[in-house]
Structures are given as C-alpha cells and as structure tokens.
C-alpha cells in the first residue's frame, strides 16, 4: 500500500477558454431563449390588427394563406419553447448551442413570412394600410434586434431572411406595377431604404452581441474569482487552525521535561547528595527538550523553504554503520535485535537529510517495538533504491495509517507513545517530499510495520572494487509492493 504523505492543495485551476466559452454561449442561449415568448407575443397580438386592416384590400385566398403559414409557425415555436424548457433549460453547456443551431431555420422562416404583409399591401392597398403593415414589420425587425442578438447566428439568419423577403416583395411588386407613375422611384427609395435599415440592425446587432458576451465572460470571471478566495480563505482557516493546534501541542510537550527539570533542579538544590541519581533524569529532561526544539526547528525551516540541500556522494555501508552504532544502545536496552543489510553502494543524496529520515523511521520503530527486533536494509530493484524500515512491533490499524504522518499525532493505545513528540514521520514525510523521494508504509496492527523510501529513477555502473554509483535524478516515480 502506497500511503500519500503530501498535505492537501486547495488551489482554484482557472477554466480553459473552450470551457468558458461554452458557459458564455449556453447563457447566450438563455438570454435568446427568454426572449422567443415575448417575440411570439408580439407577433400574436399583431397578427389580428394586420389582418383586419388588409381584409377587403389584398387578395383573400393570399391573405388566408399567409394567416394560415403564420399560425403554423407560431404554434411550432410555442413548442420549441415548452421542449427547451424541458430539456435544456437546466443544463450548460453545448446543448444549448446545438438546440439552437438545429431549429434555427424556424427564426428564418418566421421572418421570410413577415415579408407576406408588405407583399400583400404594397401598391395593391390603402396607403394607410401599407404605412400600418411597414410599421409592423419595422417594428418585428427592431424587437427582435434586442431579443435575439445574443445568438449571433439567429440574428443573423432573421434579419437577412426579413430582408430578403421584403427586399423581393418591393422589387416584384415594383416590376408588376411599372405601368404607375412614380412607382419606380418609389421602389428604388424602398428598396435602398431597407438596404440601410438591414445594415444599421446588423451593426446595431453585432455591438449588441458583444455587450451581452462580455457581460456574461465579466461575470464568469468573477464568479472564479469568488470560488478561488473561497478556497483560499477555506485554506487560510485551516492553516491557522493547525498552526493552533501546532503550537498548543507544542506548548504541552515542552511543558512536561522543562516541569520535570525544575523539579530535579529543586531536588538536586535540598538534597545535593542525591546528584549521582539526579543527573541521569536531569539529563534526559534536557535530550527531550533538545529534540523538540531540534524537531521545531526543522519543520519550520521546512515549511519556509529554507532547508537547504547538499547533494553528494554517499556511501550507504558507512551509513548504515553510524546508524546502527546510533541506535544499538537503545535496541540492547529493550532486548531488541538490531540488524541492517545492505551491498557496497554509494548513492547521490544529501547525507544529512538522509540519515535525518532514516534516523526518524528507526527511533519509530525501536519505541513501538516491545519483541523481536528492528531491521533497516536497502533493495536494489530494476529502477530504483528502496530503503526499507521493518519492525515486530504493534503495527498501525488502517485508520491511522495516513494520521501518524500529521504533526503531534499519537496513537493513544499503543505502549512507547508517552515520551514521543508526534514529530518524528512528520519529519519523515516533509524530508522525502524535499528530496523528491516516496514515502509507503505497509503495516497490520499487532504484527508490525515496514516504511519504505524509495529514491527516484538512477542510472547505475560498476567503479573500483564492485561498488555501485547510483546518481539520483529529478522526478517522482511510483512504486507498487
């Protein structure tokens, strides 16, 4: 089991464009949506005073017919409407866009039919009645210039389709009555009169359109603005949260050997004869005050980023002997059996921080180890060095396998934890991060554990007398058991 060692990141990635513009286009989308029922509306209430006007002027049958077409597309788009909001409503997103691209020709057709009344009323009805059926179909471009120019592509296909079709109404219609006078100067006057107005509507659109986009990518924008210092003042309250719990576990451990000194010192100052024994303890109280402030001091220099790193040439039989005349009195003074395995091997690392991690998983082991014995070996595998801690000792149930890395975190059962600090694998964890290196622990409760450090991909060849240069490299590889 690989246990993650690594403190949690709570950073806000901001969104890709492709993302952004895909929220942006879905409330485009919305906004044109929104817009369709009062638009239909509209054309429902217009419809009435059109065909009123023009009954008795235009010819009935083309009249009944345009009613006719005009009904059938007003009860589709209703029911566009009542499927959008069914299905699409709820979601961003492409569907939106695709919704829209897919029933866009029922915008084309609404306009292409708006062109019927000035078809029907031009040169052929009263010139009130025309001047009511150009005003009504002015009236239906310029509506819908604010309803649906925050679908670029619907608006277009309306405003080109609406004048098309009144654009041709005028231009048959002038060519049918050229026998009129001045009909021809009216048509000419018409016609570059549309050009004009489809001109102003679609750059009136376009700045329309962008007005609703950058509303939209503003408020996209704030609102990943708003989720990173969400997450960010989240994170902050955490810090300061463990920076507390930190420093009163701090306070605590520090309170007990500067308590127990102060009474040894009063012990040592009414009964000076007592000093053989006294010193011992007075002694002790100090090494614990010494390796918290040690343990202290490395994680804050740590977490400030100010540990620095000496890379160089480490012999790992040399190691491990140091190592091992470290920590043999302590293993003799348990009736632990201490042993380390290794091949001739020199390897580039730091040796401070390497025997500063290794240091830490075997004072681990010894303290929770009551029987048995305590081994610390290197494996050579096909692309990697794994140091390896073992221990007989009481193990770590499941539940605590990712807590004992936390700062001042102790298993409460567990025999040996009363002179600990809780600092020990924290340091561990926080060191092997530095150096790149993976930090796994396999370990069942009441049979023991096993720490492993496993050092990056290295490139190895044989020098002198069979010894193996292992020259670390940048990079984190992964490593199954």
């Given at each position: 089991m690989l246990v993650d060692t690594q403190p949690a990141t709570y950073q806000h990635m901001p969104a890709?464009?492709?993302?952004?513009?895909?929220?942006?286009?879905?409330?485009?989308?919305?906004?044109?949506?929104?817009?369709?029922?009062?638009?239909?509306?509209?054309?429902?209430?217009?419809?009435?005073?059109?065909?009123?006007?023009?009954?008795?002027?235009v010819n009935t049958a083309a009249l009944v017919g345009w009613t006719l077409l005009m009904l059938g597309t007003l009860?589709?788009?209703?029911?566009?409407?009542?499927?959008y909001r069914l299905q699409y409503d709820h979601v961003d997103g492409p569907q939106r866009l695709e919704f829209v691209l897919r029933y866009r020709w029922t915008w084309a057709a609404v306009a292409l039919l708006w062109g019927g009344p000035v078809y029907l009323s031009y040169l052929?009805?009263?010139?009130?009645?025309?001047?009511?059926?150009?005003?009504?179909?002015?009236?239906?471009?310029?509506?819908?210039?604010?309803?649906?120019?925050?679908?670029?592509?619907?608006?277009?296909?309306?405003?080109?389709?609406?004048?098309?079709?009144?654009?041709?109404?005028?231009?048959?219609?002038?060519?049918?009555?050229?026998?009129?006078?001045?009909?021809?100067?009216?048509?000419?006057?018409?016609?570059?009169?549309?050009?004009?107005?489809?001109?102003?509507?679609?750059?009136?659109?376009?700045?329309?359109?962008?007005?609703?986009r950058s509303s939209f990518e503003l408020q996209f924008s704030n609102q990943e603005l708003i989720d990173s210092l969400t997450l960010q003042t989240r994170a902050s309250l955490r810090a300061v949260a463990t920076k507390n719990r930190f420093l009163a576990s701090a306070a605590h451990d520090l309170r007990q050997p500067v308590h127990a000194l102060s009474l040894y010192a009063d012990w040592l100052a009414t009964e000076p004869e007592m000093a053989r024994e006294i010193a011992p303890r007075i002694l002790q109280s100090t090494r614990a005050i010494n390796e918290l402030f040690d343990s202290l001091f490395d994680l804050t220099r740590i977490d400030a980023g100010n540990y620095k790193v000496h890379l160089q040439h480490v012999d790992?039989?040399?190691?491990?002997?140091?190592?091992?005349?470290?920590?043999?009195?302590?293993?003799?003074?348990?009736?632990?059996?201490?042993?380390?395995?290794?091949?001739?091997?020199?390897?580039?690392?730091?040796p401070v921080v390497l025997r500063r991690i290794l240091g830490n998983l075997l004072s681990n082991a010894l303290r929770h180890t009551h029987s048995g014995g305590v081994l610390l070996g290197l494996r050579h595998r096909d692309d990697m060095l794994v140091f390896e801690v073992w221990d007989t000792g009481v193990g770590i149930a499941r539940e605590h396998q990712q807590a004992i890395f936390q700062e001042f975190f102790r298993v409460s059962q567990h025999q040996g934890t009363e002179d600990s600090l809780g600092l020990g694998l924290t340091i561990v964890s926080k060191l092997t991060s530095l150096m790149g290196y993976q930090l796994s622990l396999n370990s069942e409760a009441n049979r023991g554990s096993v720490f492993r450090v496993l050092l990056p991909a290295f490139t190895q060849q044989e020098i002198g007398t069979g010894t193996t240069v292992v020259d670390g490299q940048a990079g984190n590889e992964n490593s199954g058991h």
């Open positions: 890709s464009p492709e993302v952004r513009d895909q929220w942006v286009d879905s409330q485009l989308v919305g906004v044109l949506m929104d817009n369709v029922g009062p638009s239909l509306l509209a054309a429902s209430v217009s419809m009435p005073v059109l065909i009123y006007l023009m009954a008795g002027e009860v589709y788009r209703y029911r566009l409407i009542g499927l052929q009805a009263s010139i009130t009645t025309q001047f009511v059926c150009a005003v009504v179909v002015l009236g239906q471009g310029l509506l819908n210039l604010t309803g649906f120019s925050a679908c670029l592509p619907v608006f277009r296909s309306y405003a080109n389709s609406l004048t098309l079709s009144v654009l041709l109404a005028v231009i048959s219609l002038t060519a049918i009555h050229l026998d009129q006078p001045d009909v021809l100067q009216k048509g000419l006057l018409f016609g570059a009169l549309i050009v004009v107005f489809w001109f102003l509507i679609m750059v009136a659109g376009a700045r329309l359109h962008q007005v609703h790992v039989e040399k190691l491990f002997a140091d190592l091992q005349l470290q920590f043999e009195p302590v293993a003799q003074g348990k009736g632990l059996r201490l042993r380390t395995y290794t091949r001739p091997t020199v390897l580039w690392s730091d």
